[in-house]
């Protein structure tokens, strides 16, 4: 069977709007910008000529809408950056939403393929550019300038993981783990135990982070050996999880610091031992002990709770009674922090970042690129964090209150009778 050949119109630089000399002696990446930036405008015009079926420079009807100038856009390609002049659309009945080129889009899926080497290494791209030097430039991203890249950051990471943190004055330690799929042909997942403190000038600080298996009491002395062993002094409360282990080493390594439990995961505990259809009820119940005006009123919050749910949710009684006290240290603590305190979410929205980034990767080739990836994530969090009010005043009520917590226990024996039901 013959094949049929379509003639293609022959184009000259000319009608692409160059010059055969301004073309000469240019590197393929520039060529490829130039090509890229070509085609996506011509296709983008074309997108608008179909929304209002007429190309430019044709009469339309009044209400059918009109192109209103250009503005520019620029794209990240796996040949460097390209800015794209993208037409505006006024009075149109539909609103003109690119297909080409959409709203979200900033750079191509090679590029992103080319990333995804910087993730698997560990790299972070957006706060830390800077550890690029030159090679983020017009001719993109090799694999070569990606390695050099990536020894650098290395070699910050061991200087941070090492620093000295004597200085560091932390008011606020929050600690908990990640677990990630970290090991090419392990399908298990593993820790990573993280701390981080918010500072008496109310900056928050990443502070150490460390392979923790499953979270056991000693992998979690190890990290507390760590800090230790730099100079980070004991804070005045430590905000976690719940993991046993956690709670194990820090009475080991601080008996005398507070902790904070985070609630998020108490009320989550206790509403898995309710029946669903009475959830959102026990919820509301729920709240009204941890964010109540103040520690008087949360007390008798839980009498309320215990009194209304003891004889039909005894386990979730239980379960709530279980490191209660822990969770309502905060109240000790200066109104103004409540909301950072209450829950470890500002160390949890980090691990979102986290596990956003290592689905890039699937797995990791070995510790270091997953220790470094975390680092690099969590000190771009950490960089874009606005802080808590701090001043004088609030530090000395900061200590009182840490006193207070330490010596006076906050009495929720009511609940007592239900742990055996938990």
Not at 284 to 298: C, M, Q, S
Request: charged letters at 30%; a positive charge; aromatic letters at 8%.
């Amino acid at each position: 069977m013959a094949r049929k050949y379509r003639k293609i119109e022959e184009l000259s630089t000319a009608d692409l709007g160059f010059s055969l000399d301004e073309l000469r002696g240019r590197s393929l990446e520039e060529l490829s910008r130039r090509g890229a930036k070509l085609l996506l405008e011509v296709a983008l015009a074309e997108e608008v000529s179909e929304l209002l079926g007429r190309h430019r420079y044709q009469r339309g009807t009044d209400d059918g809408g009109y192109r209103n100038g250009h503005r520019r856009r620029r794209v990240q390609t796996g040949a460097g950056p390209v800015e794209v002049e993208m037409p505006k659309v006024t009075g149109a009945l539909l609103p003109h939403r690119s297909e080409i080129l959409p709203a979200w889009k900033r750079r191509s899926e090679d590029l992103t393929e080319v990333l995804s080497l910087l993730y698997a290494e560990g790299l972070s791209t957006r706060d830390f550019r800077r550890a690029l030097g030159g090679f983020w430039g017009e001719a993109g991203l090799s694999r070569s300038s990606i390695s050099r890249a990536n020894t650098a950051l290395y070699e910050a990471f061991r200087q941070w993981r090492s620093r000295d943190l004597s200085g560091e004055d932390v008011l606020y330690l929050f600690m908990d783990g990640v677990y990630l799929k970290m090991r090419v042909g392990n399908s298990s997942a593993e820790a990573v135990l993280v701390a981080h403190g918010i500072t008496a000038e109310g900056k928050r600080v990443l502070l150490g982070l460390i392979l923790g298996g499953r979270e056991s009491e000693d992998s979690w002395r190890q990290l507390l050996e760590n800090l230790t062993g730099r100079g980070l002094k004991p804070p005045a409360l430590v905000v976690h999880d719940g993991n046993a282990g956690l709670i194990k080493a820090l009475k080991g390594a601080w008996p005398r610091v507070p902790r904070q439990r985070c609630i998020a995961h108490k009320i989550r505990n206790v509403l898995d031992r309710v029946p669903k259809k009475h959830q959102t009820e026990v919820k509301r119940a729920l709240t009204k002990i941890f964010y109540a005006a103040d520690l008087e009123e949360a007390l008798e919050a839980v009498k309320a709770f215990a009194a209304k749910y003891g004889r039909s949710f005894p386990a979730a009684c239980g379960v709530l009674a279980k490191d209660l006290a822990d969770c309502l240290t905060f109240y000790r603590f200066p109104q103004e922090h409540w909301k950072r305190l209450r829950t470890s979410n500002v160390i949890e929205r980090a691990f979102r970042e986290v596990r956003r980034r290592t689905d890039v990767v699937g797995r990791f080739p070995g510790e270091m690129a997953a220790l470094v990836l975390i680092w690099a994530t969590m000190e771009e969090d950490r960089l874009v964090w606005r802080g808590v009010q701090m001043d004088g005043d609030l530090r000395m009520r900061i200590v009182e209150a840490a006193k207070t917590a330490s010596a006076d226990a906050i009495d929720v024996s009511v609940l007592d009778r239900y742990k055996e039901a938990a």
